[in-house]
């Protein structure tokens, strides 16, 4: 599941294309040579982790069983076994098509809280109901569901740090240089 491309998320790309490869943003087809389209490669993958962390987020949440009639009794074990309503269908809605749109902080926030707000309990049980029905719908039978539920949270949680750590916006060259100058002196 890919989210929309919005200009904000190309902006730093952008300013990276121009700053290190000297592209000029009204580029023509016929300056781009085999070295230059490299360099744009390489440095489009240094700028799409926040993107892809969006899209595996989203990914995440598509396994889980659809909010709809059939799935409302998923959602109601996964609230109470959790302790939990931030992760409830009616809460993320508007976060999740946000993030659809390419704005995926917002979701990446509210997931956040809700595993912060989890005991070790509740952890362990939203992860057996959240591994009975991967296991149901992954057909995979071979693995305990209680696995399968606690993996499912940790790579959700880690996706949601990654989305807010890769749109952190003082990313820039005089920051970095900042940071640098200040951790060389330590």
């Known amino acids: ?16 294309l ?22 744009i490669a390489v440095v489009a993958a240094a700028h799409s982790g926040g993107y892809a962390a969006i899209g595996h987020l989203l990914g995440l949440l598509a396994a889980l069983p659809a909010p ?10 996964l609230w109470r076994s959790s302790g939990t309503a931030y992760l409830l269908p009616a809460n993320i809605k508007a ?5 659809l749109a390419g704005e995926g902080t917002a ?7 809700a595993v912060d707000e989890m005991t070790p309990a509740q952890r362990a049980a939203a992860g057996e109901v ?8 992954d057909h995979l039978p071979d693995l305990k569901t209680q696995v399968i539920g ?3 949270l940790r790579d959700l949680e880690l996706t949601a740090w990654r989305v807010l750590h890769a749109d952190r ?3 820039d060259c005089a920051g970095r240089k900042a940071f640098l100058e200040a951790w060389m002196s330590i």
């Not at 976060?95 to 993030?99: G, I, K, L, W, Y």
């Not at 979701?107 to 809280?113: G, M, N, T, V």
């Not at 959240?130 to 719908?137: M, P, T, Y």
């Open 1 to 16: 599941m890919l989210p929309e491309v919005r200009p904000h998320v190309s902006a730093p790309l952008t300013h990276q």
């Open 18 to 39: 121009e700053y290190q490869l000297g592209l000029a943003s009204d580029l023509e087809a016929s300056h781009l040579d085999v070295d230059r389209i490299a360099g």
């Open 68 to 77: 709809t009639e059939a799935g409302e009794r998923f959602w109601s074990d």
């Open 95 to 99: 976060e999740v098509a946000q993030s």
């Open 107 to 113: 979701l990446a926030r509210q997931i956040l809280s």
């Open 130 to 137: 959240i591994g009975q029905a991967l296991a149901e719908s």
């Open 150 to 152: 606690e993996l499912w």
């Open 169 to 171: 916006r003082s990313d």
